[in-house]
């Protein structure tokens, strides 16, 4: 059983960044891919970003969010991260990190846990 608790979710201008981390517990996080999904208001939760397992040499990102954001881990702090820059008020959401994966990494029904969410609001 993994536990997952996200940070540092907050409000913001437009322009502006903010970082979101993610600390695991409970399981072998640098074996699992890791990932961060969002869900606005109204919407279904959406794919963001996602980093292999072990030394995350790759990364995937949802075309919105692509150039903008940044994922990385640190398997040592047994710790995840999504670096948000240039932001909208479309990236408002509450931001989840998941892990273990089953198939399609892009799909959120697939992951078997998930952390209680952060709360990323934009302004204008």
């Known amino acids: 059983q993994v536990h997952l608790a996200e940070s540092g979710g907050g409000s913001v201008q437009v322009g502006g960044s903010l970082s979101l981390s993610c600390a695991a517990s409970g399981g072998t996080f640098s074996s699992y891919l890791m990932a961060w999904f969002r869900q606005a208001p109204g919407k279904d939760r959406e794919f963001v970003a996602a980093?292999?397992?072990?030394?995350?040499?790759?990364?995937y990102y949802s075309d919105s969010v692509k150039g903008r954001f940044t994922i990385s881990r640190d398997n040592a702090e047994n710790t995840g991260y999504l670096q948000m820059n240039s932001l909208t008020p479309e990236d408002t959401a509450v931001y989840y990190c998941a892990v273990g994966a089953r198939g399609n990494i892009r799909v959120w029904s697939r992951y078997d846990y998930w952390g209680q969410g952060a709360q990323v609001t934009v302004s204008s």
């Open positions: 980093i292999s397992g072990g030394a995350g040499q790759n990364q």
